[in-house]
């Protein structure tokens, strides 16, 4: 026990450094954590590390899909939620027969439900890999809806896939009708089991009196409900954390207060990252385990076989993302849909975001040493050799090319047919109306004659005046002049307010905890600097 304690200390500390590096030559970290886990995983001190992979599914999986759904918009999900349900479950489907086929035809030994269990295991893209790489690039906002929503629900769909097919070589039968009808249920149900957990939760939430530690507490252990509740019954846990969480995150304001949710953003954010650097180490980690059984011939051959799954893979994603932009080409004809000319260049892309990541590794890692006979599970090694390099081709090289065929597609974002910029300025413009109303029609009195309540009249007063005619080119750069300055005072303010707290906080007569409070609420004005300071800066 003391000995795993200060390996996966050093795993943090190496964890730390390659994402600070990776921040530094600006390369997404889950790509440099992996190449940086390949050599690692043959130092002495490291070994030992390795998954396990009801570790993955149970601990690490749960939150990092609560995550990943709590920071997608269900009106954006909704409105694209066609070709999110096409790559989510027909896509995945259609990947895994091809992948089945090719590798019955291609490597000895392979029936074809090993190749729809190793199908089952490469189709889906990983919605960590997906959503780490994409923060790194500058995409349309529908790209980036679909290639995560996409991401959260294949999982479900390969994982299905995944268990009919080890039962076909476990039990050595397999019917369809009966894993159609299975299929169904195990999807409807897992989006049920996750809807009624949220609605108990969020009646939690709501009902009894939390505080923010106890609210950030159960927005921890819900996933884990959901996931287990769900698996427990044999339907998806996948997706009872992704619906749950879903749900949740639609009425977050509903059932949280303003500082449950401060409160909840920073913790989720620190445990997200960590999880997401442990699990991307030890992927790269797992490599000596994958290559141990192989033996030098079988090595060579498996790397071939690598490439023509990983290659087939590929092209496979490309064909299914022309063949839905034209699809929905078709249906245009027959139902509203949300883009009626999706053209080449959103297929294009999307058919390079295919990065597979730890849900693929942990899956072939699930399978069986032996089957009930006794007998070693047949191809297991090469299954894990697959893979982990379809794994590392597809986040190394198409995760590094991203921004460049980001930059060659150019693909214009379609639905800022009004800027974001003019966005903004219309929403603070009625915010601003909207209170001076409030303040006029409620607190007239009230504003007469106290200084701090006027102050906002002003203030608001100021907002408007500024925002008036703010189309015009001239007083768009008058209003930037007018917010650097206010950035920059209010950033020497807020740097001078921290030196006085610090000296006031030597004094034995002023209270520790009054300065930690005020120092808490300049951190929050802070934060309310910094985001009008990335608004600018667009």
């Not at 390795?50 to 269900?74: C, H, Q, R």
């Not at 009624?196 to 921890?220: E, I, K, Q």
């Not at 030597?506 to 934060?527: A, M, N, P, R, Y």
Request: hydrophobic share 50%; aromatic share 10%.
């Amino acid at each position: 026990m003391h000995h795993a304690v200060i390996q996966y200390s050093c795993l943090l500390v190496i964890i730390l450094f390659v994402v600070m590096l990776a921040q530094k030559i600006k390369v997404a970290y889950p790509i440099l954590l992996v190449l940086v886990g390949l050599p690692l995983g043959f130092v002495p001190f490291l070994r030992g590390i390795e998954i396990e992979p009801d570790l993955i599914f149970v601990i690490f999986l749960p939150p990092l899909l609560y995550e990943a759904a709590w920071n997608t918009s269900w009106k954006d999900f909704w409105k694209w939620r066609r070709v999110i349900s096409s790559f989510a479950f027909p896509v995945v489907i259609i990947t895994s027969c091809v992948v089945a086929y090719v590798s019955n035809a291609i490597i000895p030994g392979f029936t074809l439900a090993t190749g729809f269990l190793l199908g089952g295991i490469v189709s889906p893209p990983d919605a960590v890999s997906a959503s780490s790489i994409l923060k790194t690039v500058k995409v349309p906002k529908r790209f980036v809806t679909i290639v995560e929503g996409e991401s959260l629900l294949n999982d479900a769909s390969s994982l299905v896939v995944f268990r009919f097919a080890l039962a076909a070589i476990l039990t050595g039968s397999f019917v369809f009708t009966d894993a159609a009808t299975n299929f169904v249920l195990v999807i409807v149900m897992g989006v049920a089991i996750g809807i009624g957990v949220a609605l108990l939760f969020y009646s939690m939430h709501r009902w009894l009196p939390t505080s923010a530690n106890t609210d950030v507490v159960l927005t921890f252990i819900s996933p884990y409900v959901m996931y287990i509740a769900a698996e427990s019954f044999h339907f998806s846990g996948v997706l009872a954390v992704v619906s749950g969480g879903l749900f949740l995150s639609a009425r977050r304001f509903q059932f949280l207060s303003y500082h449950s949710r401060l409160q909840a953003v920073s913790v989720w954010q620190a445990v997200s990252f960590l999880l997401n650097g442990i699990v991307f180490m030890l992927i790269g980690l797992e490599f000596p385990v994958v290559i141990k059984n192989l033996g030098d011939d079988g090595l060579k051959l498996a790397i071939n076989y690598s490439l023509i799954i990983t290659g087939v893979l590929i092209v496979a994603r490309f064909i299914c993302s022309y063949a839905a932009s034209v699809i929905t080409v078709i249906m245009s004809k027959i139902i509203t849909v949300a883009d009626a000319s999706p053209g080449w260049r959103g297929p294009t892309l999307l058919g390079w975001t295919g990065m597979r990541g730890v849900v693929s590794l942990a899956a072939a890692l699930s399978i069986p040493l032996t089957l009930k006979a006794g007998v070693a599970f047949p191809n297991r090694d090469m299954i894990l050799f697959i893979t982990f390099n379809v794994i590392l081709i597809t986040l190394v090289v198409q995760g590094l090319t991203l921004p460049k065929v980001v930059q060659l597609v150019n693909m214009p974002d379609p639905d800022l047919s009004v800027p974001l910029e003019r966005q903004r300025q219309l929403v603070r413009k009625k915010l601003a109306h909207l209170s001076l109303n409030i303040l006029d029609e409620h607190y007239n009195n009230v504003c007469k004659n106290n200084g701090m309540v006027r102050s906002l009249v002003m203030r608001y007063n100021a907002e408007m005046q500024l925002l008036k005619d703010w189309d015009k080119d001239d007083n768009h750069d008058r209003e930037k002049f007018f917010y650097d300055d206010y950035l920059k005072i209010m950033a020497h303010l807020l740097k001078e307010q921290r030196k006085l707290l610090h000296t006031l906080n030597k004094k034995e007569e002023i209270s520790d905890e009054l300065v930690k409070h005020q120092f808490e609420l300049l951190d929050l004005e802070e934060e309310k600097l910094h985001q009008h300071f990335e608004a600018a800066k667009e």
